[in-house]
């Protein structure tokens, strides 16, 4: 009996070492806060389980790529403060200027809950949204359950650009430099200011300017009368 209760804590541990270097087997939880930082995009309509069709309204967003390594059903649950967020789940070559074009499946239920089939070697996203006039965002949690290993984050090596710099984006001269804001607000400064030079402007918008700096970083604002034109 005692070999036998020895051998279940040795099972046990390894199982214990197992999950702490890894995501268990068939499960993954995402928890994230939704701000008026985050980027936005253009909704897409949902009739649950489909994504139906593009619209113009800007919704605030986050993104979390995942893969697996067995083809097979997976679940999906989220979760929201005040069922503020819905969910769509895209290919990694998803452009949030025209998400239509790559989103697999998706759910604006107050819970979101879908299934999808998915195969290995190829990267997704999980992107949550706040489907809400308000747009005041809030906190989420999305559960992935399935038949193989879910690898949160990108694979070694593998990069995908979640920002893309619109087409038609010109460069102007910021000769001084210019402080930041996450809306055209100037109740919305950031931390830092932008160092002078020349930058990519992606939209005016009354006294204010978007910038774009990098694929993979949100998009800010600074004032207008920063920007030599």
């Known amino acids: 009996m005692i070999k036998r209760n020895l051998l279940l804590v040795f099972m046990l541990t390894a199982a214990l070492v197992v999950g702490v270097t890894g995501v268990l087997a068939g499960t993954l939880t995402i928890t994230g806060t939704m701000t008026a930082s985050d980027p936005t995009m253009p909704v897409v309509f949902i009739s649950t389980p489909n994504c139906t069709g593009q619209g113009s309204f ?10 697996v390594d067995a083809t097979g ?32 499946a998706a759910s604006n239920q107050n819970t979101a ?15 949550p949204f706040d489907d809400s006039f308000a747009q005041l965002g809030g ?54 200011d932008l160092p002078a030079g020349t930058w990519y402007i992606t939209e005016f918008s009354g006294d204010f300017a978007r910038v774009w700096i990098a694929c993979n970083a949100n998009q800010f ?9």
Not at 80 to 94: D, E, I, K, T, V
Not at 113 to 127: A, E, H, Q
Not at 154 to 181: D, K, Q, R
Not at 223 to 229: D, E, I, K, Q, S
């Open 113 to 127: 809950t879908f299934s999808y089939s998915l195969d290995p070697g190829v990267i997704y996203l999980l992107v």
């Open 58 to 67: 800007p919704v605030l967003y986050r993104t979390h790529p995942f893969s």
């Open 139 to 192: 906190d989420y949690e999305i559960t992935v359950t399935g038949p193989g290993n879910i690898y949160n984050g990108l694979p070694a090596g593998a990069e995908i650009c979640l920002n893309p710099l619109p087409g038609g984006t010109s460069h102007y001269s910021v000769p001084a430099g210019a402080p930041t804001f996450y809306n055209p607000d100037l109740g919305t400064q950031l931390g830092f």
């Open 73 to 104: 059903t997976y679940n999906f649950v989220q979760t929201s403060s005040a069922g503020f967020a819905s969910l769509y789940l895209h290919l990694a070559s998803f452009n949030p200027a025209s998400g239509l074009a790559t989103c697999l």
């Open 221 to 229: 604002w600074i004032p207008t009368n920063a920007v030599a034109r």
